[in-house]
């Protein structure tokens, strides 16, 4: 199965940076899509980004033009460069990966999460 592993999240003030990174056990070059999720305290979670293996991307309208999603499939890793934070953006950041097997069909595997805190 699928391993993923969070790093990267931490304390910034509003305006800063953060790359968050996510590292796969084995060869996430068969994974069509992979994204990050997000979680706040008391809330559901929700997407923000995601890639594909064809490095097509999408973004929550609240992120487009702060956040970037990239893969390295050679490091078998997937990255969240955050820019212009903002408070509304912490949360625990989790990555996902989605093996599928069809159209609309597939398998969700899920990192164990990072925190991201930004203060005003």
């Known amino acids: 199965q699928v391993r993923l592993v969070e790093s990267g999240g931490g304390l910034v003030q509003s305006g800063g940076s953060l790359r968050l990174s996510c590292a796969a056990s084995g060869s996430i070059s068969n994974i069509y899509t992979m994204g990050w999720y997000r979680q706040a305290p008391g809330k559901q979670r929700e997407w923000v980004a995601t890639?594909?293996?064809?490095?097509?991307?999408n973004y929550i309208d609240p992120v487009k033009g702060r956040f970037t999603i990239s893969r390295d499939n050679a490091k078998n890793t997937v990255y969240l460069q955050m820019n212009s934070l903002k408070p509304e953006d912490t949360a625990v950041y989790f990555c996902?990966?989605?093996?599928?097997?069809?159209?609309?069909?597939?398998?969700?595997?899920w990192g164990q999460g990072t925190q991201v805190t930004v203060s005003s």
């Open positions: 890639i594909t293996n064809g490095d097509s991307t």
């Open positions: 996902n990966a989605k093996r599928y097997y069809g159209t609309n069909v597939y398998v969700d595997y």
